[in-house]
């Protein structure tokens, strides 16, 4: 069954959405991004939007996160309108995302443990220094990197780094999680082993995310539902075969690229 | 009330603009007020002015915006510096990084000044058979102008530099970001702590600097005359006031100041990759000198009214 994605996303519009946003709209300059954007992520569901570089992709996470402004439009997390909350309030509800970012941005003048306990000791008051190591520990542990715990950002692989950039915002234990481009830049079987985290990040902590990508193989593997983004607006929403079964030649050029490109 | 002060920062910023170019103006009622905007829209807002083919027009209009977005930031320290927890631990690192780090480059810079000054100044003193004021007339130059005069453009190039690049390239590889959506308030973390270690550590520097260009001058004027450390020192102090340490201090603190919130204020706000990091770095040096030179000449008036 294909959907339509703009009457999908106004119906059943509050019940139980973690992420809701309506009629969004963000350029820069002349450069209209994002034009109209409606898309909804209900609690527990992974959902991933797809689209070329250059789309809008990681813009629409970053208003999400409250990093960026959007121009119109209404974005609630949590319940909260990110654009009526003051400094104190927004940082509170950053607490509850968590975001991994393409290139993992770890804090290269730190320690892998040092990055860890960033956050958390800076968010969480009164914690004994042994809360803070098991909790570290523990969550390095569930992303299969304890070993790591001394070494500096500069001594890990691509992997190592996502990993750990995702353990660090998993030390917060988010309700959401954003991932931008999880896989970006990574070799076939660490993508595999990133996806696979990404479930388990979903099953252990019971998160609900939205993975920025342009990687089919991630797509396929994470996501609940798939959001395709194009010319600033989402032109299909559904599951991945509902999605690609769609007759927009857009889609399927999209869909033939990453085929192509992936038996290159 | 964090809308309240939006809307404050946006009247200026109306204003600034206004004044500058009405075309600049139209521009800015389209951009958005949030800082991770302006990389991308101000250039936007110069664009205009420059179709226009108002070249003064565009440049009034970059002066202004740099002359608020400077003014906002200072603002925004001084918000910051007073709000939350202190960052105690960072700011005793960068106190380490900045100050104890730069011993061995200004011990050897403020030895050899000393040494040179008094070497230089000998002959001019022989002429009129008075080498004995060598030491007040060296203490005089080092303590008043000298030892803070070095000591900053040392630290501006040293400390600076590396300030601005270590930020820019946090900017860029967007761990600035990392630390605002894990709820860290970045701008405490690394701009209020880098500001403060600055601004303590460059008068530590300063006083140490004066000492060892004193010594510097002591090895030269005992090589020459034969005098005792105890002697030269007397004489080096006796016509040094309180004054002169005052604004001595004053002129330290104004630098160190000045030298962390232009580095920080460039790399916080760099943009453009690794180039916008090789940039924010150059020009911190290079705003800061120019500024610490300003300062110079404004705290010298101002204290030549006090002799």
């Excluded at chain 2, 709820?183 to 405490?188: D, E």
Aim: include cysteine.
């Amino acid at each position: 069954m294909k959907s339509n994605p703009e009457i999908e996303t106004v119906s059943g519009f509050e019940g139980g959405n973690v992420i809701s946003i309506r009629d969004l709209y963000k350029s820069f300059g002349d450069l209209h991004v994002l034009r109209g954007v409606n898309l909804e992520v209900e609690k527990g569901q992974n959902v991933v939007v797809l689209g070329r570089s250059g789309t809008g992709k990681s813009v629409l996470i970053k208003i999400i996160s409250g990093l960026l402004k959007p121009d119109r439009g209404s974005v609630k997390v949590l319940g909260q309108e990110v654009g009526d909350l003051d400094e104190k309030e927004l940082r509170e509800l950053r607490k509850r995302i968590g975001f991994s970012f393409q290139n993992s941005a770890l804090y290269d003048s730190m320690t892998v443990r040092e990055n860890l306990e960033f956050p958390l000791v800076r968010n969480v008051s009164n914690l004994s220094r042994k809360e803070i190591n098991s909790s570290v520990e523990e969550v390095l542990e569930s992303v299969g990197l304890l070993s790591a715990i001394n070494q500096s950002p500069a001594e890990l692989s691509g992997g190592q780094r996502k990993r750990i950039g995702i353990a660090r915002t998993l030390i917060m234990n988010p309700e959401i999680m954003l991932y931008d481009e999880p896989t970006a830049g990574l070799d076939p079987t660490t993508c595999i082993e990133i996806n696979q985290l990404i479930n388990e990040v979903k099953e252990k902590y019971n998160t609900s995310s939205i993975l920025i990508t342009h990687d089919l193989t991630c797509a396929k593997m994470t996501g609940d539902r798939l959001a395709m983004l194009l010319d600033g607006k989402f032109v299909q929403q559904g599951t991945f075969e509902e999605v690609f079964s769609s007759d927009d030649e857009r889609i399927k050029s999209f869909y033939d690229y990453n085929f192509t490109e992936n038996q290159v | 009330m964090g809308h309240q002060h939006v809307h404050d920062e946006n009247a200026t910023r109306k204003i600034c603009l206004s004044i500058a170019s009405p075309k600049g103006l139209a521009h800015y009622f389209i951009a958005n007020t949030n800082r991770n905007d302006q990389p991308k829209s101000l250039p936007n807002i110069r664009m205009s002015s420059s179709s226009k083919g108002t070249f003064i027009s565009k440049n009034i209009d970059a002066v202004l915006l740099d002359f608020y977005e400077g003014w906002t930031f200072i603002v925004k320290f001084f918000r910051e510096l007073f709000r939350g927890r202190p960052e105690f631990q960072e700011i005793i690192k960068q106190c380490y990084q900045i100050g104890y780090k730069s011993l061995p480059l200004i011990s050897l810079t403020g030895f050899i000044t000393g040494m040179v000054f008094t070497k230089q100044s000998r002959p001019s003193l022989m002429e009129f058979g008075a080498t004995s004021w060598l030491p007040s007339l060296v203490s005089i130059a080092i303590v008043r102008a000298l030892a803070p005069l070095i000591t900053s453009l040392i630290s501006a190039g040293r400390v600076g530099s590396s300030i601005g690049a270590e930020l820019g390239s946090m900017r860029v590889t967007e761990q600035i970001d990392a630390m605002e959506v894990s709820a860290v308030n970045p701008f405490k973390f690394l701009v209020v702590t880098r500001v403060i270690a600055t601004t303590i550590s460059i008068p530590i520097l300063s006083f140490y600097c004066a000492f060892v260009g004193l010594m510097g001058s002591f090895l030269d004027v005992t090589l020459n005359e034969e005098t005792n450390i105890i002697a030269f020192f007397k004489s080096a102090f006796e016509q040094i006031t309180f004054l002169d340490i005052n604004s001595a201090l004053i002129k330290a603190l104004a630098y160190g100041f000045t030298i962390g919130m232009v580095g920080c204020y460039k790399g916080y706000n760099a943009s453009n990759g690794t180039q916008g990091v090789g940039r924010a770095a150059n020009s911190a040096v290079v705003l800061s000198m120019f500024l610490i030179f300003i300062e110079e000449v404004a705290i010298v008036q101002v204290t030549n009214w006090f002799r």
